[in-house]
């Protein structure tokens, strides 16, 4: 999410929520935050086993192609843009 996304919900999020709502929202974004997984690097097996999907999906015509992935990352952000308009207009 882009930081001008984040800043619009922070602003609706202190325009409609009471302090002690607001609180409590922190203390359960904190504890999610607190159970997340600690990351450890892949093994060689899960990397070929990776490498090995690809090459399957490529094999099958499973794939985009850049034109097609811009394409799709553009409707995802004019969605996102579309969305965010309705939020101020709240």
């Known amino acids: 999410m882009s930081k001008e996304s984040l800043e619009h919900l922070r602003d609706y999020i202190q325009l409609t929520l009471s302090p002690h709502e607001i609180s ?15 990351l450890k690097p892949y093994t060689m ?14 094999a099958n015509g499973e794939y985009q192609d850049f034109d097609e992935a811009m394409d799709e990352l553009e409707r995802e952000f004019a969605e996102e843009d579309r969305l965010l308009e309705m939020a101020e207009t709240v």
């Open 45 to 58: 097996d899960e990397i070929n086993a990776m490498i090995d999907e690809g090459e399957r999906q490529i």
């Open 24 to 38: 409590w929202l922190m203390n359960e974004l904190g504890a999610k935050s607190q159970k997340q997984e600690t």
